[in-house]
C-alpha cells in the first residue's frame, strides 16, 4: 500500500510539473493563459516592482534553498528519502504557481521590433530555448530530475543509485545547458516589455546565484572530476573555452 501511494504521490508532483511547466512558458510567451507577464498593469510602478522583486525571491530561496545538502538531510527527518525529490518538486511548481497569480504587469516597453522576419527569427530563437530546456533533463535524466525514477525504484524495492556525472551533447559545450535555455528564452524576444525586463532581469541575477550554489554541491560530490570540467568548458557561453572533455 505504501508503496502504491508513494506512487501515486510521485505522478502527482510530475503531473503538477507538466501542467506548471507548459503555463510557465504561455505565462513568459504570453499565450494561450488567462494570466500572463504582459497582462494589464493594476499597480503602481513602485508597488508592482516591490512584489514582482519578492515573488522572484522567494522563487529563488526556496528553489536553491531546498536544494541545499544541509537542508535535505534536515528534510529528511520527516521525509521518506524516496518521495524527497518528488515534494522539492511539488515546492517548486507551487512558488511559480504563487508568481503567476500574484504577478503585477508594470506597462511600457523597453524595445520592439518593427521587422517580420526578425520577429519571427526572435521568437524561434526563445521557443529553441525552450527546446533546450527539455532536451538538457533528459541529458541528465529527466525522470530522476523530477521524482518519478525514486518513486519507481522504492516501488521495485530496488535501492536509489545516484546518477552518474555526465558530459554528454551540450553539457560538453557548456556547464549548464538547461539554465542557458532559459536564458535564452527569457531573453530573446522582439517585443520586451519593462514587466518582461524586470522578470528576465530577476530570474538572470537567480540563475547566476543558482549556478554557483549548484557548482559548489557538484564540486562536493565529484571533486577533482568537476574541477576538470570547469577548466575545460564553459559556463553558460559555448566554444570560449577549446578542448572538448571526454564523456
Ligand atoms: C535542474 S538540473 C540543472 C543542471 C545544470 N545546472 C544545467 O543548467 O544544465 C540540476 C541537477 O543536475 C545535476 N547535474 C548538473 N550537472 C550535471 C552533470 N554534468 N552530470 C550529472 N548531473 C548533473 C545536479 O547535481 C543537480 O541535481
Known amino acids: 500500500m505504501k508503496r502504491i501511494v508513494s506512487?501515486?504521490?510521485?505522478?502527482?508532483?510530475?503531473?503538477t510539473f507538466l501542467i506548471t511547466f507548459l503555463y510557465l512558458i504561455g505565462f513568459e510567451e504570453n499565450l494561450l493563459v488567462p494570466k500572463s507577464l504582459d497582462s494589464a498593469p493594476t499597480e503602481s510602478l513602485s508597488t508592482a516592482l516591490l512584489i514582482n522583486l519578492a515573488l522572484i525571491g522567494l522563487f529563488g530561496l526556496q528553489h536553491s534553498g531546498m536544494a541545499r545538502p544541509g537542508f535535505k538531510k534536515w528534510c529528511l527527518k520527516t521525509i521518506p528519502s524516496h518521495l524527497e525529490r518528488s515534494t522539492y518538486v511539488l515546492m517548486t511548481c507551487l512558488m511559480l504557481i504563487l508568481l503567476f497569480w500574484q504577478w503585477r504587469p508594470l506597462g511600457g516597453v523597453v524595445w520592439e521590433v518593427k521587422n517580420i522576419t526578425l520577429t519571427y527569427i526572435l521568437y524561434s530563437i526563445s521557443a529553441l530555448g525552450w527546446v533546450i530546456?527539455?532536451?538538457?533533463?533528459?541529458?541528465?535524466?529527466?525522470?530522476?530530475?523530477f521524482g518519478l525514477r525514486q518513486v519507481y525504484l522504492y516501488f521495485k524495492s530496488e535501492k536509489y543509485q545516484y546518477l552518474d556525472f555526465k558530459i554528454i551533447g551540450f553539457y560538453k559545450y557548456v556547464r549548464h545547458p538547461l539554465m542557458l535555455g532559459f536564458l535564452i528564452a527569457l531573453w530573446f524576444t522582439p517585443k520586451m516589455t519593462i514587466t518582461h525586463f524586470i522578470f528576465a532581469l530577476g530570474m538572470t541575477a537567480y540563475?547566476?546565484?543558482?549556478?554557483?550554489?549548484?557548482?559548489?554541491?557538484l564540486i562536493d560530490i565529484y571533486g577533482d572530476l568537476y574541477k576538470k570540467y570547469q577548466q575545460q568548458v564553459s559556463m553558460l557561453i559555448p566554444f570560449l573555452k577549446t578542448s572538448l572533455p571526454e564523456s
Open 133 to 145: 530546456v527539455f532536451l538538457s533533463t533528459v541529458l541528465i535524466n529527466h525522470f530522476d530530475l
Open 207 to 217: 540563475i547566476i546565484i543558482a549556478i554557483h550554489l549548484e557548482e559548489k554541491d
Open 7 to 15: 506512487v501515486i504521490y510521485g505522478l502527482i508532483a510530475y503531473l
